[in-house]
């Protein structure tokens, strides 16, 4: 059973920064990818930002584009997403996802397994 547990959420002013971190436990991840998905208040859950896990090709939604930046740790099985210059249309619920496919995937119901989701808010 795969375990997706997301932390490193919090409240910061505009222009801050945070870290997520997702760390993934319950099997070898060799030949998944990784994502990150947020969801805001009354809106559906969007992309955020992805990484394959062998190569670590990267990829971001436009609206994060330069602002954010996901890695990961493969000996950790550890994803992290760093966030600058936030504003508070970045304000949601930001989850992990795995994906058992090696390759890039934007579509949430593409995902197999996902982390409860952690909160980030970004006051003006």
């Known amino acids: 059973q795969v375990q997706v547990v997301e932390s490193g959420g919090g409240l910061v002013q505009a222009g801050g920064s945070l870290r997520l971190s997702c760390a993934a436990s319950?099997?070898?991840?060799?030949?998944?990818?990784m994502g990150w998905f947020r969801q805001a208040p009354g809106k559906e859950r969007e992309f955020v930002a992805g990484i394959s896990w062998i190569g670590g090709s990267t990829y971001y939604a436009d609206s994060v584009k330069g602002r954010f930046t996901i890695s990961r740790d493969n000996a950790k099985n550890t994803v992290y997403l760093q966030m600058n210059s936030l504003q508070p249309e970045d304000t949601a619920v930001y989850y992990c996802?795995?994906?058992?496919?090696?390759?890039?995937?934007?579509?949430?119901?593409?995902?197999?397994?996902w982390g409860q989701g952690t909160q980030v808010t970004v006051s003006s």
């Open positions: 319950g099997r070898t991840f060799s030949n998944y990818a």
């Open positions: 996802a795995v994906r058992r496919v090696e390759s890039r995937n934007r579509i949430d119901t593409e995902y197999d397994y």
